[in-house]
């Protein structure tokens, strides 16, 4: 999110220089949780998108009660979450919350990545997060073997915190041939389910259900200026 309009401490005298602190980090806050592109048209326009998968290149472990088998999960249930995506389409259903008619896949950058994370590096009891630079020095591998131009979506995870039973992922549009990071939205969602497979995969789904409402928000938002615009030519 980029802020346009300067701070002026001496136009708001009455504001105490506390809570101007205060105004300064929660927008920082925000701006970190949502990265937003301002060619929005790439977002929106296209009627296809090409799903990239479950990025687990940066994701950490916090709770080692929750985690008693990282090589399993990295040789195993990483390939089975993205898997099970596509196998149940029907209920992870990426063009209904993104409101898009075609739904095109391609696993050949995540496959690769989700064999870099070290196993004795993956499980952690502190907190973590991951910076905007991060994610977009990951979109830039994003080199598909099958597509070189269009909307890519794909889901990078930062935390399976089985402590706090959520899971904390980044959900990134990006501009397939600029390898441009368009829209990044943090999302911390809740898991449930039985069984460590559908227990952690379930983020997935919640995050869609979570999702799907910023972006009919930002869509909305969207078309009403693009209407606002062809007005006033």
């Not at 970190?32 to 090409?50: A, H, L, R, T």
Request: aromatic letters at 14%; glycine letters at 4%; proline letters at 2%.
């Amino acid at each position: 999110m980029v802020i346009t309009a300067p701070f002026c401490f001496v136009a708001y005298p009455s504001i105490r220089i506390q809570d101007m602190k205060n105004i300064i980090l929660i927008l920082l806050l925000i701006s970190g949780n949502n990265c937003f592109s301002q060619d929005q048209s790439k977002i929106f326009e296209p009627d296809k998108f090409v799903w990239c998968g479950l990025d687990f290149s940066l994701v950490k472990f916090i709770g080692a009660e929750g985690f008693s088998d990282p090589t399993a999960i990295k040789n195993h249930y990483f390939s089975t979450w993205n898997q099970l995506v596509i196998d149940e389409s029907y209920k992870y259903d990426f063009t209904r919350a993104y409101q898009k008619e075609i739904q095109i896949n391609d696993f050949s950058v995540v496959n690769r990545r989700n064999q870099l994370p070290k196993v004795d590096n993956l499980i952690i009891n502190t907190d973590y997060s991951i910076e905007e630079s991060q994610i977009k020095a990951v979109i830039l591998d994003y080199q598909l073997e099958g597509h070189s131009e269009g909307l890519g979506l794909v889901y990078i995870y930062e935390t399976l915190n089985k402590t706090k039973k959520r899971a904390v992922i980044h959900r990134v549009f990006f501009d397939i041939a600029t390898k441009e990071t368009l829209w990044q939205q943090k999302l911390e969602v809740r898991v449930s389910g039985f069984g460590f497979r559908n227990y952690w995969v379930s983020s997935v789904l919640e995050a869609l259900r979570q999702d799907s409402f910023n972006y009919g928000k930002k869509q909305m938002e969207y078309k009403k200026q693009q209407r606002k615009n062809k007005k006033n030519r």
